[in-house]
């Protein structure tokens, strides 16, 4: 499922002020990294996640009224979506073409405009442009799911909600031996569970990269803001994308020490060494 805009322009959207938020493709559970949204949010004017929300992924394939599956030759949809249906189309229709567009709603609607003989879609797009289903259920993986994230201009983010997630963009000295495992070690030595870390390649030169970072956690919480602050000082650049309610009902909890509670402990522990109290 991809959204009908492309995710540049629902994003700049969303940045020009001509909408409050876009719902955007992060990553998919079969093909992974949805690597223009990666790089929207890396190299973009700023904009924060708010929320996610996890969904099933099924597909169509439709054609114009009239049309048989015999007749296709051409098939267009979004890259994701043709790799999640490779099997299908290899036992199927082995001698089409495949074509990439930016979203499988802009494959529907090239097909209603006689763009293309057919498009993997959703079934919201085949009521919407007056196809006809060929096949149903296409998709290589029926456990298959896509991440989608809820993004808007920056704001202070929700409260936590005890199951959050935040996400940052980390870029490393790559002249200095080290610098991944210096980023990884702010993180583990103050107990944030790190649950995926994504490379981007920035456009600089063949073995630049920028890192993103999923961790357990609230930007609100103790562990989470030293870590960051520890980033800040390390690393050659931080982008905040936002903390936000996790959307698995599976909790991470803090290992022991890593509460705010065992945080403020320590805090109080050291004000009381530097005015001269005993340890």
């Not at 493709?25 to 996640?49: F, H, K, M, Q, Y």
């Not at 259920?137 to 909600?161: C, K, M, N």
Request: contains cysteine; aromatic residues 4%.
């Amino acid at each position: 499922m991809i959204p009908a805009r492309s995710v540049p322009e629902a994003m700049d959207s969303v940045r020009d002020g001509d909408a409050d938020a876009a719902l955007v493709p992060l990553e998919n559970s079969v093909e992974g990294a949805v690597g223009v949204t990666l790089d929207e949010l890396a190299n973009g004017d700023p904009l924060v996640i708010v929320r996610e929300v996890v969904l099933p992924v099924t597909f169509v394939l439709a054609a114009r009224s009239g049309q048989s599956l015999a007749e296709i030759r051409e098939i267009a949809s979004h890259p994701h979506a043709v790799a999640q249906c490779r099997g299908w189309l290899r036992r199927h229709l082995p001698a089409t073409s495949t074509v990439d567009v930016l979203s499988t709603a802009t494959a529907a609607t090239g097909v209603a405009k006689g763009d293309y003989d057919a498009a993997i879609c959703a079934q919201i797009a085949v009521e919407r442009h007056r196809l006809t289903v060929l096949a149903k259920d296409i998709g290589d993986h029926p456990e298959a799911v896509t991440r989608f994230v809820l993004v808007s201009r920056p704001a202070p983010p929700p409260t936590p909600s005890g199951n959050d997630v935040t996400s940052i963009v980390v870029y490393i000295a790559h002249d200095r031996v080290g610098s991944l495992l210096a980023v990884l070690t702010e993180l583990a030595v103050r107990g944030v569970n790190l649950s995926r870390i994504e490379s981007r390649p920035v456009g600089e030169a063949l073995g630049r990269y920028c890192f993103f970072l999923d961790c357990a956690g609230h930007v609100a919480e103790a562990r989470m803001g030293e870590a960051l602050m520890g980033l800040r000082r390390t690393s050659a650049a931080v982008r905040f994308l936002g903390s936000y309610p996790r959307a698995s009902v599976e909790r991470v909890m803090p290992a022991p020490g890593t509460t705010d509670e065992d945080f403020a402990d320590a805090s109080t522990w050291l004000a009381r060494l530097r005015s001269g109290g005993t340890g």
